[in-house]
């Protein structure tokens, strides 16, 4: 009777310390996805996934990788009882062309778009992906970005625009460009001839400019 006791007992034990340590790793890790069918359209880049052992349950999925520093999120696979984690926050929409020239920065990919367009439709384009038009937002990003473009010879669109209020450029996700980094040439926005609502960036000055949206050019899609 003793040794059921205890066996009950250590199994409670065990059972308290996986939900905590289940729990904790959610609140501290940032551990959003317990299974695929979570993920909200949501997968992680081959090159940035850690593969734990089969025939994991998700508890153990989840405490696997709460013990990982570099994990941000798991798949649990109920076919295979496969764990997957995500290393970091390198999360983009499965649609979106992650392995068609799509460069990582930290926690965000990038792609360069070749074929020329108008502001609206490079923007539309960039939401067909799962993505938006980038936004500049620090020095770092702003270095980044041209590194990317250095082996390129053609200016590209920024997804900053003032169509809604002069003079108050606001990124696509609502923020003011105000706010942020800023690498205006200088005299720049000029609004000329009341038509220049969009940013691009001008190769080679590698400064932006405000130009007419109707004007076509390449761009950047940023993907979170």
Not at 172 to 177: A, F, P, R, T
Request: hydrophobic share 35%; aromatic share 12%; net charge neutral.
């Amino acid at each position: 009777m003793q040794k059921n006791q205890f066996r009950f007992c250590l199994y409670c034990f065990v059972s308290c310390v996986s939900f905590v340590v289940t729990v904790s790793g959610n609140d501290n890790k940032n551990l959003k996805f317990t299974k695929e069918t979570d993920l909200d359209s949501y997968t992680c880049p081959g090159q940035h996934a850690l593969y734990f052992k089969d025939n994991l349950s998700i508890s153990q999925c989840l405490a696997t990788c709460a013990d990982s520093e570099v994990c941000f999120g798991v798949f649990h696979r109920q076919e295979s009882s496969r764990c997957i984690g995500c290393r970091d926050k390198f999360l983009t929409r499965r649609n979106a062309p992650i392995l068609l020239g799509t460069t990582f920065y930290r926690r965000r990919s990038y792609l360069v778009v070749t074929n020329a367009k108008t502001w609206t439709d490079a923007k539309n384009h960039c939401l067909e992906l799962g993505g938006y038009l980038v936004d500049i937002k620090s020095p770092a990003e702003n270095a980044f970005i041209e590194k990317l473009l250095e082996s390129v010879n053609f200016d590209v669109w920024l997804g900053a625009t003032d169509m809604e209020n002069e003079g108050v450029f606001i990124w696509q996700d609502g923020s003011n460009v105000n706010n942020y980094f800023q690498n205006w040439k200088d005299g720049e926005p000029t609004n000329s001839g009341g038509i220049e609502h969009c940013v691009v960036r001008v190769n080679p000055t590698r400064k932006w400019y405000d130009v007419s949206c109707g004007r076509t050019y390449r761009s950047v899609c940023e993907f979170d």
